[in-house]
Nanobody, 122 residues
Framework: QVRLVESGGGLVQTGGSLRVSCAASGRTSTPYAMGWFRQAPGKEREFVTAISWSSSSTYYADSVKGRFTISRDNAKNTGYLQMNSLKPEDTAVYYC???????????????WGQGTQVTVSS
């Protein structure tokens, strides 16, 4: 299995930027897709973005298209989520996740980090 640890969350003003990272360990030699989910208080978890092992394919939710960018560095076993033009509605706990299956199906994600809080102030 793969183990995931997020870092880089914090407080940012509306319109600002933030980058969160996800460090993977464990069975990282087997190709795995990475995804980011978020959950705001009182709301369901949202599948935000995902990237295939080779980085050739990505998925973005409509709510973040054009503002968020997912990337990964397999040599460092690390994934990244660059968030620009942040809005108060982006406030949530952001979770990194991994799957050894298809990258673009939320239900495929089996392995999860502990989450990192992102707060966007208005």
């Amino acid at each position: 299995q793969v183990r995931l640890v997020e870092s880089g969350g914090g407080l940012v003003q509306t319109g600002g930027s933030l980058r969160v990272s996800c460090a993977a360990s464990g069975r990282t030699s087997t190709p795995y897709a990475m995804g980011w989910f978020r959950q705001a208080p009182g709301k369901e978890r949202e599948f935000v973005t995902a990237i295939s092992w080779s980085s050739s394919s990505t998925y973005y939710a409509d709510s973040v298209k054009g503002r968020f960018t997912i990337s990964r560095d397999n040599a460092k076993n690390t994934g990244y989520l660059q968030m620009n033009s942040l809005k108060p509605e982006d406030t949530a706990v952001y979770y990194c996740a991994a799957t050894y299956s298809r990258y673009d199906r939320a239900s495929n994600y089996d392995y999860w980090g502990q989450g990192t809080q992102v707060t966007v102030s208005s």
